[in-house]
């Protein structure tokens, strides 16, 4: 796959892979044209966008032609196919030859020099996996290997529901135990017994044994602040790196920041909910309002995780603890009302 948003590969990005002779593999494969006439020649396209979704995802280039090696790039030839109407013919097929449904691939044209386009088409490394095409009552399952394209064989098979069920109950059992220990306590540093909001970060990567593991530098270098935090200090731990925003003149924090070497992130603000004059009270307007400070974390966390190249799909958790009794404050409510309680 090639390490870039799909938005910002251009031609030079292709060419590269060429003059570098990068080989297909698992995550990238190339195609010298394209032919979507015949019924057998629209299930191999199915056959192979379905083996990426079922695999580590990747990137198939059309109008990409291979040398007299077999799987090594050797000119940019491209297609000559009106990019929006096969955009088009493709999107249709997979809703209807593809179940369950693959959810955010993408399809860009890239112009070359002989006037025609190279056809990217990314897939994601699917979470509602495993993919079956089903075109003309097909019923089959494929996956990938360096070697290309194969059929999953019953146990394989087998394995590929369970592990789709397991990831869910994996996820929720991590996010329970961390809220239990939260609510414990037990935190990567000292902060206030008051109301918290609680923001995490979960990359499919990191409970299907894809074995992401950052680098301590690349954290420490590009990791952002905590939720509701403008400066930070950090440390290195077993789980990764560290960032807090310690009190003035106290041995507590506010806010942290917990980048794990999988690419989970864990942030945890005690500030913005601590009771305000007595009052107990979740402010909804201005630009330091409870919406806008978690929109900028969420955005902040995101384009770091991509940054250092942590793979999507991810999915975000927001959790309030310790709100009971708080109400939902706005300058804007209709006077004679102070709120919306939290119960």
Same mark, same amino acid.
């Given at each position: 796959?090639?390490?870039?948003?799909?938005?910002?590969?251009?031609? #030079? #990005?292709?060419?590269?892979?060429?003059?570098?002779?990068?080989?297909?593999?698992?995550?990238?494969?190339?195609?010298?044209?394209?032919?979507?006439?015949?019924?057998?020649?629209?299930?191999?396209?199915?056959?192979?966008?379905?083996?990426?979704?079922?695999?580590?995802?990747?990137?198939?280039?059309?109008?990409?032609?291979?040398?007299?090696?077999?799987?090594?790039?050797?000119?940019?030839?491209?297609?000559?196919?009106?990019?929006?109407?096969?955009?088009?013919?493709?999107?249709?097929?997979?809703?209807?030859?593809?179940?369950?449904?693959?959810?955010?691939?993408?399809?860009?044209?890239?112009?070359?020099?002989?006037?025609?386009?190279?056809?990217?088409?990314?897939?994601?490394?699917?979470?509602?996996?495993? *993919?079956?095409?089903?075109?003309?009552?097909? #019923?089959?399952?494929?996956?990938?290997?360096?070697?290309?394209?194969?059929?999953?064989?019953?146990?394989?098979?087998?394995?590929?529901?369970?592990?789709?069920?397991?990831?869910?109950?994996?996820?929720?059992?991590?996010?329970? #135990?961390?809220?239990?220990?939260?609510?414990?306590?037990?935190?990567?540093?000292?902060?206030?017994?008051?109301?918290?909001?609680?923001?995490?970060?979960?990359?499919?990567?990191?409970?299907?044994?894809?074995?992401?593991?950052?680098?301590?530098?690349?954290?420490?270098?590009?990791?952002?602040?905590?939720?509701?935090?403008?400066?930070?200090?950090?440390?290195?731990?077993?789980?990764?790196?560290?960032?807090?925003?310690?009190?003035?003149?106290?041995?507590?924090?506010?806010?942290?920041?917990?980048?794990?070497?999988?690419?989970?992130?864990?942030?945890?603000?005690?500030?913005?909910?601590?009771?305000?004059?007595?009052?107990?009270?979740?402010?909804?307007?201005?630009?330091?309002?409870?919406?806008?400070?978690?929109?900028?974390?969420?955005?902040?966390?995101?384009?770091?995780?991509?940054?250092?190249?942590?793979?999507?799909?991810?999915?975000?958790?927001?959790?309030?603890?310790?709100?009971?009794?708080?109400?939902? *404050?706005?300058? *804007?409510?209709?006077?004679?009302?102070?709120?919306?309680?939290?119960?």
């Amino acid at each position: 796959m090639i390490q870039k948003p799909i938005e910002d590969i251009n031609a #030079d #990005d292709i060419a590269m892979l060429i003059s570098n002779k990068v080989p297909e593999s698992k995550t990238i494969e190339y195609k010298a044209g394209i032919s979507l006439k015949k019924d057998e020649e629209k299930k191999e396209f199915l056959y192979d966008i379905s083996s990426f979704a079922n695999a580590s995802g990747g990137d198939i280039l059309f109008g990409v032609a291979e040398g007299e090696e077999k799987g090594i790039p050797q000119s940019m030839e491209g297609i000559e196919e009106n990019m929006d109407e096969l955009k088009l013919k493709i999107e249709n097929m997979l809703r209807d030859s593809i179940v369950p449904r693959i959810v955010n691939l993408k399809i860009k044209g890239i112009p070359v020099q002989n006037g025609k386009n190279i056809m990217i088409i990314r897939v994601p490394r699917s979470f509602n996996s495993p *993919h079956q095409v089903t075109y003309q009552r097909v #019923d089959r399952f494929y996956s990938r290997s360096n070697s290309g394209k194969y059929i999953l064989d019953v146990h394989e098979l087998r394995n590929a529901f369970l592990l789709s069920e397991s990831l869910v109950q994996r996820m929720k059992a991590f996010i329970n #135990d961390r809220l239990a220990r939260i609510v414990a306590g037990e935190t990567f540093v000292d902060i206030p017994e008051t109301a918290k909001i609680i923001l995490h970060f979960l990359p499919v990567s990191a409970f299907d044994n894809q074995h992401i593991n950052l680098s301590v530098d690349d954290i420490k270098n590009k990791s952002p602040f905590p939720l509701g935090g403008g400066s930070s200090d950090r440390r290195v731990n077993l789980e990764g790196v560290l960032n807090f925003t310690q009190l003035p003149g106290k041995s507590i924090c506010d806010a942290y920041l917990q980048v794990y070497r999988t690419g989970i992130l864990e942030t945890v603000n005690a500030n913005i909910l601590g009771p305000s004059n007595g009052k107990k009270q979740i402010y909804t307007d201005g630009d330091y309002s409870f919406e806008y400070i978690i929109l900028r974390s969420i955005a902040s966390c995101l384009k770091f995780l991509e940054q250092v190249n942590v793979p999507t799909p991810m999915y975000c958790f927001l959790n309030l603890i310790g709100v009971k009794g708080y109400f939902m *404050h706005s300058a *804007h409510l209709i006077p004679g009302r102070t709120g919306v309680r939290m119960i």
